[in-house]
């Protein structure tokens, strides 16, 4: 598959923890959240294919601000989209069961609640194992909000070839899917090999361009 939407520029733009930090303008934002750890600073980077734009570490739960980034990207005909790749802190840090209005601080509700030009939230999973208890809460919480989620299964290239559509199905089931949001699918992700890049900057270009 050829990618009909480049990333041809990508640049930090600003840090916040409350709704008066937010940077002004008009760009529409798609934002990442997933579990500490579940490998985001290294999709986000990936993505942009831009190393060391969001930092990775094997340390969870370093990244507790919410982070913009400028992407400009082109399209088949040459022209130029531009919009904010928005980093939310990992969830899930503490190892009690959570709903998910625990699992995040009050600023990331805010975020939520407030965030107006909010177009799409990738809510990335690892497809190694089944979905933990706090995925499925911030699943559910996400799609109850009204907000438009785009699953990513990260860290496929950790897995076989052909287990990988049998890994997808298990989260399928467990996030409740086809209940929650029967239009809703699932993106095999690797930041290593590639696999699921073009798909996810096409499923960026659909929402930006809608
Ligand atoms: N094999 C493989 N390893 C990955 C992939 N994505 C991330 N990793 C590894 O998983 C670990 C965590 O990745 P990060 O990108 O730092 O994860 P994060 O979700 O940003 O972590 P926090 O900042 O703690 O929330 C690192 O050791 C990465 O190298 C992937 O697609 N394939």
């Not at 409350?18 to 986000?44: D, H, M, T």
């Amino acid at each position: 598959m050829t990618a009909s939407f480049t990333i041809i520029n990508a640049s930090y733009v600003a840090t916040a923890v409350n709704a008066n930090q937010y940077p002004a303008g008009e760009l529409a934002e798609i934002a990442f959240i997933g579990r500490s750890n579940v490998g985001k600073s290294s999709l986000i980077n990936s993505l942009c294919r831009r190393n060391g734009l969001a930092r990775t570490s094997g340390t969870p739960g370093k990244t507790q601000t919410i982070n913009y980034f400028r992407l400009a990207g082109k399209l088949a005909d040459d022209s130029r989209l531009e919009f904010m790749l928005v980093d939310l802190p990992g969830y899930g840090y503490a190892k009690r069961a959570q709903t998910a209005r625990s699992t995040w601080s009050k600023f990331i509700e805010e975020y939520w609640l407030k965030s107006s030009r909010l177009k799409l939230v990738c809510q990335l999973i690892d497809l190694r194992h089944p979905p933990m208890e706090s995925d499925m809460n911030v699943y559910r919480w996400l799609i109850e909000h009204g907000l438009e989620v785009q699953v990513v299964a990260t860290k496929a290239d950790k897995i076989s070839k052909s287990r990988i559509r049998q890994h997808i199905q298990v989260i399928y089931k467990d996030i409740d899917m086809s209940n929650l949001n029967p239009a809703g699918s699932i993106l095999a992700y690797s930041a290593v090999s590639g696999l699921g890049r073009d798909e996810l900057l096409d499923v960026i270009r659909n929402i930006l361009l809608k």
